[in-house]
C-alpha cells in the first residue's frame, strides 16, 4: 500500500469490489436463466412425433402439461426482464460513477474485468498488447493492470463517499 493511501479506503474499495463482483455474478445468473427459457422454449415448441394408430384416441393431460409449460414461460420471461432491467440500472450506476475517474486506464480496467468480464491475462492484453515489449514484460503488465484496478477501487470508493 502507498505511502499517501488510507487504511479506510481499503474497506470502501472492498465494498465497491463486492458490489462489482455482483455485478458479474447476476450477469451470468442472467445468461444462465435465457438458457433456461431457450431449452424451455425449445421444448414447448418443438415438433413431437406424430403417433400413427388405429387405436381411439382418449382424453390425455398433454394439453394441461402445455399450457403448464407456457405459464412457466411467461413466469421466466417476466423474471429474466425484471433481472435484466435492475443490471441496467446498476450498470448505469457503475458508469456514472466511472465517468468521474479521471484515469482513462482505470476505467477501462474496471470496464473490462467487470461489465466484460473479461479475465485478469485478456485485460492486460487489450491494454497493452500493442506495445513493442509486451510479450517480454508480460507479467509486469499484468501487475501494472492490477495496481490500476487498487487504485480505480479506491478513487470509485472516494467519489461515492464524496456523494454522502
Known amino acids: 500500500m502507498e505511502e499517501h493511501q488510507n487504511p479506510e479506503d481499503w474497506v470502501d474499495a472492498k465494498s465497491i469490489k463486492t458490489r462489482l463482483l455482483q455485478y458479474r455474478e447476476k450477469e451470468r445468473d442472467i445468461d444462465n436463466q435465457i438458457e433456461r427459457l431457450d431449452a424451455l422454449a425449445a421444448k414447448l415448441y418443438g415438433v413431437g412425433s ?6 381411439p384416441k ?31 440500472d446498476e450498470q448505469k450506476w457503475i458508469e456514472s460513477v466511472l465517468g468521474r475517474l479521471s484515469i482513462a486506464d482505470e476505467k ?23 506495445k513493442d515489449d509486451y510479450e517480454e514484460k508480460r507479467d509486469s503488465y499484468l501487475r501494472r493492470v492490477t495496481k490500476l484496478h487498487g487504485r480505480a477501487l ?6 461515492i463517499e464524496q456523494e454522502k
Not at 154 to 159: D, L, T, V
Open 50 to 55: 406424430p403417433q400413427i394408430t388405429d387405436m
Open 58 to 88: 382418449g382424453s390425455s393431460p398433454s394439453g394441461d402439461r402445455t399450457l403448464s409449460q407456457i405459464a412457466r414461460k411467461q413466469k421466466l420471461e417476466e423474471q429474466v426482464k425484471e433481472m435484466i432491467n435492475e443490471q441496467a
Open 108 to 130: 477501462a480496467v474496471i470496464r473490462m474485468r467487470y461489465i466484460d468480464g473479461e479475465k485478469w491475462d485478456n485485460v492486460s492484453e487489450l491494454l497493452f498488447g500493442s
Open 154 to 159: 479506491i478513487n470509485m470508493a472516494r467519489i
